[in-house]
């Protein structure tokens, strides 16, 4: 394991560590050698020397190094590094596990080991072992372990949880392994390293997100607004703040966890500050990780516009907004195929008022939860006419419901892409836009392309070709492996005012910048 071997990026490095540029935070780490310590980019320290400074990609490199995280700019908060490939086969498979390995769900005692992370992979635990530590520089196991030692150390500095719970919920198996792991890397306890916390208020857990800017916040809270249903959800806009607020529920280890987030956005230190009920405390890890994905948060403006700036100049703030539930987005968008976004909206609010549960909130915005997969998939047919919904988008929710309540389909950012796209094809009422949608929304998979969408032909110009669908996909190879970012660009320049009118074969996808 070694640090940034090229000279030039390294005086790069160095460059944006001397200007504090956020536009790099998460893209590389500082080791310093006179103090063994590693910092963000955006550190406030004073400057080192050149010469005492080492440049790491990742975070484990720099532990495995020997450093330790810096206390003043805590590189937990730091946007992860989501860097692309559609060429290396190796640097894609690579990568594929990493995106594993930082689902929380993979860290507890049943956390992946290299043999079955390999064997989801489709390839041996060696020759996984050999990519990954060429493209990341560490282990699988060491990768791990510093994703779940600055996730502990986030809880410690940003909460009052009790230390057992922390180490617990960070994946460990027992305390004694938590604090043996913690002094091994950061030569100090814990307890030692535990900042002085506010008293629990009974509003909550708060802790703080970092992203690179460009950050269009504005846009993303309207796409987000225009959506909100009732008692779920809401944005709230003001000179002095950006907040939006919902309830969520999870399950985790067989146990159904449910409660309430606000995020903030604090533009001016390009961070999101979120709040998170005391209900969510066991499964913290995973609420962050879901918002990180539901705001876009781990988006790199700077690999990604010099793809796209030439064809949408005006787009390099944008962020594809995702989801806190892949589920709950599949069925918003079947409810939003071939009508407009207040008609969306109205069916969404009818499924909520019938089906949804109950949950008592400090806030009298958030007073319900999205009907569960179970509830839906025992929903008749009647019912759901009674609400408005056609018969079609009626088998295509149960089957969503069925397949989801049964874990056939895992719809988050750690599911086989491919695997899931196939999956959700195969249920009635669900063609390639609406896969390639969830796919892009919930799968967060940066490449996802609806080409047969009518809104994307006309923002392209080629709604007047033969095939406009063909001739969309071959022009989007040039914007491999952003496009997703590319379609909500190329969906940002149609008018507000535009007709969102779906026809079978394509649904219109505008509606999923305004209507879904």
Known sequence: MTATPDTTAQDICYLALKARDARFDGRFFTGVTSTGIYCRPVCSVKTPKRENCRFFDHAAQAEGAGFRPCLRCRPELAPHSVVWSIQDASYILAHQAARLLDEPESWGPDALSVQTLADRLGVSDR???????????????QYLQTRRLLTAKQLLADTNLPITQIALTSGFASVRRFNAAFVAHYQLNPTQL??????????GITVKLGYRPPYDVDTMLAFIGKRTMNAIEFVATHENYKRAGRTFRI????????????ADFD????????????????????VIRRVRAAFDLDADPHAINPTLHDSFPDGDGLRVPGTMDGYELAVRAVLGQQITVAAARTLAQRLVNTFGEPINTPYPELTRLFPTPAVLAAASGDALGSLGIVKQRQAAILAIAQAVAEKRLQLHAGADVPATVAGLKALPGIGDWTAQYIAMRALRWPDAFPAGDVALHKALGVQEAKNPARVAEAASQIWRPWRSYAVIRAWSTLPVATKHVATHAYPVGARALNDH
């Open 127 to 141: 020759h996984l072992r050999r990519i990954f530590e060429v493209q990341f520089g560490v282990s699988p196991l």
């Open 267 to 286: 533009t001016a230190r390009c961070q999101l500050v979120l709040q998170v009920s005391d209900s969510l405390r066991d499964v913290l890890p995973l």
């Open 194 to 203: 535990r900042r002085a916390g506010t008293p629990a208020s009974g509003q």
């Open 251 to 262: 399950e985790s280890g067989g146990k159904m966890h449910t409660g309430w987030l606000i």
